[in-house]
């Protein structure tokens, strides 16, 4: 039978080993994740040039949308 300070469900220590792993787990995550977030951020930045240089292409017309009174 167990004592109240031994459980039966009580798992042993983890090795040093397997520590290990889950920081190189970690670190991959959150490589990736920095990767995907400036891959978004790039994306992101293009386009906003590309919609910019447009709308300075298309103020070329210097009456755009003004009527004369």
């Not at 039978?1 to 995550?29: F, H, Q």
């Not at 490589?31 to 103020?59: C, D, H, I, N, P």
């Amino acid at each position: 039978m167990t004592s109240d300070l031994d459980s039966a469900s009580l798992t042993p220590n983890e090795g040093p080993r397997e520590y290990g792993s889950r920081w190189i787990k970690v670190g991959v995550v959150a490589v990736a994740s920095a990767l995907a977030g400036g891959l978004a951020a790039a994306w992101w930045y293009r386009k906003t040039l590309a919609s910019l240089q447009e709308a300075e292409k298309a103020g070329d017309t210097p009456h755009f949308r003004i009527l004369d009174e």
